[in-house]
């Protein structure tokens, strides 16, 4: 079985700029409309459908930002997109048993299956970020610094999903069940990696509170991914003497470091997967652990200008979502031979 490697660095794809044609100028486009109060509103002008294009530009460049920032939670969690989705949505917790056809003999019952331990519920959020275009833009003809203000919104929006999806398996305080430590038994180094990732899916799938049968995803550091790739390979190695299906049961592998971003003077952070640090996610009750419920994926709303601050004008772009995660019962947290 061919195992996928998954990173930013590996999916991340750099799009050219949109640019305008040759002697444009954002001026001849917009125009003021003096109000009877004072104030000042501003339009788009020119050809019928300049408006249509120049919002068609504005998602183009947002969507190019998001290619910049991959998302990758993608193979860990149960995806729901459907605009109909409540506000507040329990996530029925069956336990690892499941269903079981049992047959029903003459004068026998059907037994009914029942939801056990909790029901978690799942609210859905709303994360946004507002683009205002100035006076100064559109006087000095600032097409350029317009598409990289955009790109970057994209790029900020698609980091904000990673952490909110990553975020909950990274934070979690694990139990000592759901903790491997370094196993130092091999004779190299990729030997000791191999047997801790075979005593991690051994400690998985002996948990009798929360068993792991797997298959899984291994959530590392991108910094890891050669030795995992070592440890992995099917291919006969010299000087590793080690061989079982261990590798055969993940499915998996995502290199995960976090993302800095800045608005104005303040910089934000995501934590990414320490160094020192795997996560092997159990991927068979999926649908139960890691729910991801979309609402509205990203969209925009245009605003009104502020003519006081010589805006003119304002779009605010949003996404409505809710996370359900349960490491405690998926995840067993992996501390690397070193």
Not at 162 to 179: D, E, G, K, R, V
């Amino acid at each position: 079985m061919t195992i996928k490697f998954l990173s930013q660095a590996l999916l991340r794809k750099d799009l050219p700029f949109s640019k305008a044609a040759e002697g444009f100028d954002l001026r001849n486009h917009v125009q003021e409309i003096r109000q009877p109060n004072g104030q000042a509103i501003y339009e788009f002008i020119g050809s019928d459908n300049f408006g249509a294009e120049w919002y068609e530009r504005t998602r183009f460049e947002v969507d190019a930002g998001r290619l910049r920032v991959p998302t990758l939670y993608e193979p860990i969690y149960d995806i729901v997109v459907d605009a109909n989705l409540p506000e507040t949505l329990n996530i029925k917790n069956f336990g690892p048993g499941g269903f079981v056809f049992e047959e029903v003999f003459e004068g026998g019952e059907v037994k009914f299956a029942s939801v056990t331990s909790s029901e978690a519920s799942v609210r859905q959020r709303q994360f946004g970020v507002g683009l205002e275009y100035s006076k100064k833009l559109v006087m000095f003809n600032q097409l350029w610094q317009i598409a990289r203000m955009e790109r970057n919104a994209g790029e900020a929006h698609n980091a904000l999903l990673n952490h909110l999806h990553f975020y909950p398996i990274l934070n979690y305080t694990y139990p000592a069940s759901n903790q491997t430590g370094p196993n130092p038994a091999g004779e190299t180094l990729v030997e000791d990696w191999f047997l801790t990732i075979e005593d991690a899916i051994v400690a998985s799938m002996n948990d009798t509170t929360n068993p792991r049968p797997g298959p899984y995803a291994l959530l590392i550091h991108p910094a890891r991914t050669f030795m995992v790739e070592r440890m992995l390979s099917r291919v006969p190695q010299q000087g590793f003497r080690l061989d079982s299906s261990a590798a055969n049961s993940i499915q998996t592998v995502i290199g995960y470091n976090g993302w800095t971003g800045t608005r104005g003077r303040k910089a934000t952070t995501y934590p990414g997967v320490p160094f020192e640090k795997g996560y092997l996610i159990n991927l068979s009750f999926r649908d139960e652990d890691f729910v991801s419920l979309v609402k509205q994926p990203l969209d925009s709303v245009t605003g009104n200008p502020d003519v006081s601050r010589f805006i003119l004008e304002q779009i605010v772009w949003d996404v409505w979502l809710g996370i359900f995660s349960n490491p405690g019962r998926a995840v067993q947290e992996i501390v690397w031979p070193t």
